[in-house]
């Protein structure tokens, strides 16, 4: 077993490799989209404020796999009968799908952040004279970021065990290169553990780094107050 182990050691390493790319990936666009999102839901702007629930509402009630599965073989088709030869790889699918649940469920969390900010704040920063992008960077974006990090921490570890999710399209990430191994060996057992072994690893060292910020931005934010 362990010169098994050895002989598949550089796939499996690949394929975490893949997984924590596809994630970290993943996380900017949906961060971006999670914003947009919970700027849209706190306008005054009936229709923006539509448009924010709509998102979030679809995504958050589809199953990730299905939006997984929509995105890879219907947009694909839906291009195609459009006359355009384009095809959609695996990794970029997987990169829409996923930032699209990571948007609609940051959402909410930066919603929430964005609605701890005191008004009293913003309404003084307003009354010096400065422009609401203004007051946005220098006033609410570090408040939201304190409020927020917490809850975006859970959504990045639930986003790096989504990423699992590609290896039905093909996408040789972690979770694919174990059951290839194991169909390979018959030891499914043994290379589904080394996978349950990495992914735990994966999540205790995202653990740790959260943590870290956690305490990086609360000792800021009091040296600040």
């Known amino acids: 077993?362990?010169?098994?182990?050895?002989?598949?050691?550089?796939?499996?390493?690949?394929?975490?490799?893949?997984?924590?790319?596809?994630?970290l990936a993943t996380l900017p666009f949906g961060l971006a989209l999670g914003l947009a999102a919970a700027l849209a839901k706190d306008s005054k702007s009936a229709f923006?404020?539509?448009c924010?629930?709509?998102?979030?509402?679809?995504?958050?009630g589809l199953p990730e796999l299905l939006t997984l599965l929509l995105i890879y073989y219907g947009a694909q088709m839906l291009?195609?009968?459009?006359?355009?030869?384009v095809n959609i790889s695996p990794f970029v699918a997987g990169l829409i799908a996923l930032s699209l649940v990571f948007g609609a469920y940051s959402s909410e969390v930066l919603l929430a952040a964005l609605r701890g900010v005191e008004r009293g704040?913003?309404?003084?920063?307003?009354?010096?004279?400065?422009?609401?992008?203004?007051?946005f960077?220098?006033?609410?974006?570090?408040?939201?970021?304190?409020?927020?990090l917490?809850?975006?921490?859970?959504?990045?570890?639930?986003?790096?065990?989504?990423?699992?999710?590609?290896?039905?399209?093909?996408?040789?990430?972690?979770?694919?290169?174990?059951?290839?191994?194991a169909q390979s060996t018959r030891q499914p057992f043994e290379f589904y553990a080394v996978a349950c072994a990495?992914?735990?690893?994966?999540?205790?060292?995202?653990?740790?780094?959260?943590?870290?910020?956690?305490?990086?931005v609360a000792k800021g934010w009091s040296s600040a107050a």
């Open 150 to 181: 917490p809850g975006l921490g859970n959504n990045w570890l639930v986003l790096l065990k989504d990423t699992s999710l590609v290896s039905v399209i093909a996408l040789d990430d972690l979770l694919r290169m174990s059951f290839i191994a």
């Open 198 to 216: 990495i992914y735990l690893g994966m999540t205790a060292i995202s653990t740790l780094l959260i943590a870290r910020a956690e305490r990086a």
């Open 48 to 50: 923006l404020r539509a």
């Open 79 to 85: 291009i195609q009968n459009m006359g355009l030869s």
């Open 121 to 135: 704040q913003i309404e003084a920063a307003r009354s010096f004279g400065m422009s609401p992008a203004v007051v």
């Open 52 to 60: 924010g629930e709509i998102y979030t509402t679809v995504f958050r």
């Open 1 to 23: 077993m362990d010169s098994t182990l050895i002989q598949w050691g550089h796939a499996l390493a690949l394929g975490a490799a893949m997984t924590v790319g596809l994630a």
């Open 137 to 148: 960077r220098r006033i609410r974006a570090p408040q939201m970021l304190r409020l927020a």
